[in-house]
């Protein structure tokens, strides 16, 4: 059957992310409430045991690294308890422009919040170049982000482009009337305002130093991966695919797959609802493993309880380097029949006595 084949092929692990020691950003993405977090952080404390210093980010508005390993994170990194080597922050993609500005050193009467207003979606680029700036200036190996639900992390990706081509316009334009606006402002109020518009082009001339530089990151395999995550169900096999081909547009390297909730048929015990359930998944999973021969496709299991701290998540991360083993299932099993037993038992009971009181 193509699906063992397919199976065989590629190892159904994320190891291929830890043995590359190149990578310095992975983003973890996929449709929402699919396991992104879970995933992310799963994958951020994997790699904390063979890199030196791992940094994982959120950019989901939504924030839930804080939920997830039970720990308040803000835009500063912080070490997350429990591990010496990991930290978390949370960054807002809808930054404060005076914040950001700031940040930038840029106290020249809201420039940036000007351009932000000419140009769509530049504040949000900005603000994203801001980080890439902070975090590369840090000492961090490997950046593991956790994005926003799809379209948001497409737009993200487009960031880089975005910024370059509003600065290209602007570098345009200083080209242009650099000359002319420089006179005129050293004729209306003298030569410190030449200096501010030199200054302030300068200072853009950096900033798209960075972009560039993102951009060129972003588009390298040997330093950017994109995680792909979903489930196995019809829509989000469609997302996926939306997404790996979206990927592939943006020149971004993308080829693991990792599937979340799924049950496994030996977990399903006597229930008629989870057989179902079972049935529709594997039609899916056969779907995932015919399309994505080339990707490691990573399966990872449907928990009874959601998966929260620090605890829940180290063993959950393992099933990202060994496939999932259904020892832990077979107990399940046979607490399930015990349960049977035990109410065949009481029924039995039940009927004896009904019995003895007709005799
Ligand atoms: N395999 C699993 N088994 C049980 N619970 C899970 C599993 N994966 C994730 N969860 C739980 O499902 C919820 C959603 O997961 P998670 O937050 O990782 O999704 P997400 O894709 O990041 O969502 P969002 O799009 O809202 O950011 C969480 O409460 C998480 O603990
Ligand atoms: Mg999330």
Same mark, same amino acid.
């Given at each position: 059957m193509s699906n063992h084949v397919d199976e065989e092929t590629l190892e159904p692990t994320l190891q291929n992310v830890l043995d590359q020691t190149s990578l310095k950003w992975i983003f973890v993405g996929g449709k929402g409430g699919v396991g992104k977090t879970t995933t992310s952080c799963s994958l951020a404390i994997q790699l904390s045991k063979v890199r030196s210093q791992v940094l994982i980010i959120s950019t989901d508005p939504a924030h839930n690294l804080s939920d997830a390993f039970r720990q308040k994170f803000t835009k500063t990194p912080t070490r997350v308890n429990g591990f010496d080597n990991l930290h978390a922050m949370e960054v807002d993609p809808n930054p404060d422009m005076s914040e950001l500005e700031t940040m930038e050193g840029m106290e020249d009467g809201g420039f940036l919040a000007e351009i932000s207003s000419s140009i769509p979606g530049i504040d949000e680029a900005m603000s994203f170049a801001e980080v890439m700036k902070r975090v590369q200036s840090m000492d961090y190996s490997c950046i593991v982000f956790d994005t926003a639900p799809t379209g948001h992390t497409l737009r993200l990706l487009q960031f880089p482009s975005t910024l370059e081509k509003g600065l290209g316009k602007l570098m345009t334009l200083?080209?242009? /009337?650099?000359? !002319?606006?420089?006179?005129?402002?050293?004729?209306?109020?003298? *030569?410190?305002?030449?200096?501010?518009?030199?200054?302030?082009?300068?200072? %853009?001339?950096? $900033?798209?130093? !960075?972009?560039?530089?993102?951009?060129?990151?972003?588009?390298?395999?040997?330093?950017?991966? /994109?995680?792909?995550?979903? !489930? *196995?169900?019809? %829509?989000? $096999? =469609?997302?996926? @695919? &939306? %997404?790996? +081909?979206?990927?592939?547009?943006?020149?971004?390297?993308?080829r693991n797959i990792v599937i979340n909730q799924v049950i496994f048929p030996e977990e399903v015990g006597t229930s008629r609802l989870l057989q179902a359930r079972v049935k529709m +998944? +594997?039609? =899916? $999973?056969? +779907? /995932?493993?015919? %399309?994505?021969?080339?990707?490691? !496709?990573?399966?990872?299991?449907?928990?009874?309880?959601?998966? &929260?701290?620090? @605890?829940?998540?180290?063993s959950f991360s393992e099933n990202l380097i060994s496939p999932y083993s259904h020892t832990s299932i077979k107990d399940l099993d046979r607490h399930v029949l015990e349960l049977e037993v035990e109410q065949l038992k009481a029924k039995l009971h039940d009927a004896e006595s009904r019995l003895a009181h007709y005799c």
């Amino acid at each position: 059957m193509s699906n063992h084949v397919d199976e065989e092929t590629l190892e159904p692990t994320l190891q291929n992310v830890l043995d590359q020691t190149s990578l310095k950003w992975i983003f973890v993405g996929g449709k929402g409430g699919v396991g992104k977090t879970t995933t992310s952080c799963s994958l951020a404390i994997q790699l904390s045991k063979v890199r030196s210093q791992v940094l994982i980010i959120s950019t989901d508005p939504a924030h839930n690294l804080s939920d997830a390993f039970r720990q308040k994170f803000t835009k500063t990194p912080t070490r997350v308890n429990g591990f010496d080597n990991l930290h978390a922050m949370e960054v807002d993609p809808n930054p404060d422009m005076s914040e950001l500005e700031t940040m930038e050193g840029m106290e020249d009467g809201g420039f940036l919040a000007e351009i932000s207003s000419s140009i769509p979606g530049i504040d949000e680029a900005m603000s994203f170049a801001e980080v890439m700036k902070r975090v590369q200036s840090m000492d961090y190996s490997c950046i593991v982000f956790d994005t926003a639900p799809t379209g948001h992390t497409l737009r993200l990706l487009q960031f880089p482009s975005t910024l370059e081509k509003g600065l290209g316009k602007l570098m345009t334009l200083k080209d242009s /009337f650099g000359g !002319i606006l420089s006179m005129a402002s050293s004729l209306m109020s003298g *030569p410190e305002n030449e200096d501010m518009l030199t200054g302030m082009m300068d200072k %853009l001339e950096k $900033l798209k130093a !960075i972009v560039e530089e993102v951009n060129s990151q972003f588009k390298s395999a040997d330093l950017t991966t /994109f995680v792909c995550v979903c !489930i *196995p169900e019809f %829509l989000s $096999l =469609y997302e996926t @695919e &939306r %997404l790996v +081909q979206e990927l592939a547009k943006f020149e971004i390297d993308c080829r693991n797959i990792v599937i979340n909730q799924v049950i496994f048929p030996e977990e399903v015990g006597t229930s008629r609802l989870l057989q179902a359930r079972v049935k529709m +998944q +594997q039609k =899916y $999973l056969e +779907q /995932f493993y015919d %399309l994505y021969e080339d990707f490691h !496709i990573v399966k990872m299991p449907l928990l009874e309880e959601e998966v &929260r701290g620090t @605890e829940s998540l180290k063993s959950f991360s393992e099933n990202l380097i060994s496939p999932y083993s259904h020892t832990s299932i077979k107990d399940l099993d046979r607490h399930v029949l015990e349960l049977e037993v035990e109410q065949l038992k009481a029924k039995l009971h039940d009927a004896e006595s009904r019995l003895a009181h007709y005799c």
